[in-house]
């Protein structure tokens, strides 16, 4: 049965409803992307929009934090003494937008098709936090107040390891005390199947520089001789890992803790296809990975080790026989429970020096680092979360984990002490990271109901 509170937000949300999709678009329009410098005052702008809608929301102290990198945005609402205080976080940067030509409506062009919106940002992580600060405005509006004490700190810099609010949280826990974090920056597991996720992978990303000559070489006149850094770093890839996708660093599994019987039998009654998996998401040919374990099993609970880009050498159209003297790859480890990144780290480094091939020099740059977390789903603040988005969906919450990492949840759990809810709000098939993302517009209305029904619950 709905209760009054839930009567009330309907009908603001009924109310205002065109004016909360325009809004959206012109956030989504703000080309944030945080890795490239060019796209510094669209950063700034962005930060800007977000701290004007939290004080149109009716936030309090709302500031922007100046860092060494991206501006962090802090507001609070702390109008409910003898109450909990749920500390919100998101993200305002995004990913870059390439490739262009595969987009069908342009990345910062905010589109509507059907029951979606389109852009470049519209789930990771824009639409989804921005749900947060819709909910304060629609609960200030109705009522007055908030039924809980609320803070906001929203970053800019995620999308590229956030550096930036680690320091922060690490040194301002008294400033950002609270009983529990609340993130919207996964996603459900199906359309309409309301999701909790609790836990996530942790990340090491590194960097490999391998140098080889002074210069370029003719490898007519030096093949054969000179050390080649791309056959190089192709050799020590290519020992990394085996044919059967396990990882062949000395201890890399020596701590993976796996999963529960319980927490593996309830993944068995997820709607999911591998066919389906595998055709409308993966796209490939077939799935691959350690076939001992279940897909589930292998994106959730076991570490992997990915190439994400190698470069070197001659780029251009047609041939030019050299012998480069540079080349680099970008190599990470999705890391889980128990497993210690800057051990893993250390293994890696002592592998790769191993394997590095004589006559090159290779360094490794560490790009990021973030440690896995698991949540108990029986948490009280955790099964507050699951029955708000159970009454809002209509369906029971069901309880899964990611393999992205999200590397200021490990913080936040460590220096505050407390609960993170990793209430998600996207789809599979939101193309995070990629041509034609979109955010699906039911979950962004159903998530203003869902988390101003979480923050009633604690309440009371």
């Known amino acids: 049965m709905a209760s009054k509170l839930d009567a009330s937000i309907e009908s603001y949300i009924a109310q205002h409803q065109t004016r909360l999709l325009d809004e959206l678009k012109q956030y989504l329009s703000i080309p944030s992307v945080s890795t490239l410098p060019v796209h510094k005052p669209d950063i700034t702008r962005a930060s800007e929009f977000v701290a004007g809608k939290l004080r149109d ?60 919106i389109y852009a470049r940002g519209a789930a990771d992580d824009k639409g989804q936090m921005y749900v947060h600060i819709k909910a304060a405005e629609a609960l200030l509006a109705l009522h007055g107040r908030l039924p809980v004490n609320v803070k906001f700190l929203i970053e800019g810099e995620e999308e590229i390891g956030g550096e930036s609010i680690d320091h922060y949280v690490k040194d301002h826990a008294d400033e950002l005390a609270c009983d529990v974090a609340l993130v919207s920056d996964t996603h459900m597991f199906a359309p309409g199947l309301p999701t909790l996720c609790v836990g996530l992978r942790g990340l090491v990303y590194t960097e490999l520089f391998a140098t080889g000559a002074r210069v370029d070489l003719h490898s007519g006149l030096y093949g054969g001789a000179a050390p080649n850094p791309l056959l190089g770093l192709s050799q020590i ?16 599994y020596e701590d993976v803790q796996p999963p529960s019987a319980e927490e ?37 609970a076991r570490p992997t080790l990915e190439v994400h880009g190698i470069t070197g050498g001659f780029q251009g159209e ?36 191993r394997l590095t091939p004589p006559g090159l020099c290779v360094e490794v740059k560490v790009h990021s680092f973030g440690e896995p977390i698991l949540m108990e789903p029986s948490h009280p603040y955790v099964a507050a979360a699951a029955d708000a988005l159970t009454e809002v969906f209509g369906k029971q ?64």
Request: glycine fraction near 8%.
């Open 57 to 116: 929301a009716g936030l309090r102290e709302v500031r922007l934090i100046s860092t060494k990198g991206h501006p962090l945005v802090y507001a609070e609402w702390l109008g409910a003494p003898g109450k909990p205080t749920v500390l919100c976080y998101g993200h305002y940067d995004v990913q870059p937008p390439d490739p262009l030509n595969e987009w069908i409506t342009p990345p910062f062009d905010p589109t509507v098709r059907g029951e979606n």
């Open 264 to 300: 593996m039998q309830s993944w068995t009654r997820l709607p999911f296809s591998e066919e389906q998996f595998l055709k409308e998401e993966v796209g490939a040919s077939l799935l691959v990975g350690d076939a001992r374990y279940s897909v589930l099993e292998r994106l959730w």
């Open 318 to 353: 047609g041939a030019k026989t050299v012998i480069p003297a540079r080349a680099s790859a970008k190599i990470s480890m999705r890391l889980v429970p128990k497993q210690d990144p800057e051990k893993i780290l250390a293994a890696f480094k002592k592998e790769v020096a």
């Open 397 to 460: 919450t069901v309880f899964t984990r990611g393999g992205g990492s999200i590397p200021i949840v490990a913080r936040m759990q460590q220096s505050l002490g407390v609960p993170v809810v990793l209430m998600g709000l996207g789809l599979p098939d939101d193309r995070l990271h990629s041509p034609n993302e979109k955010f699906h517009l039911p979950n962004f209305y159903n998530g203003i109901r869902a988390v101003a029904r979480f923050w009633e619950k604690l309440s009371g």
């Open 237 to 252: 890839i290519a020992q990394l890992i085996n044919a059967d996708a396990k990882v062949q660093i000395p201890g890399f």
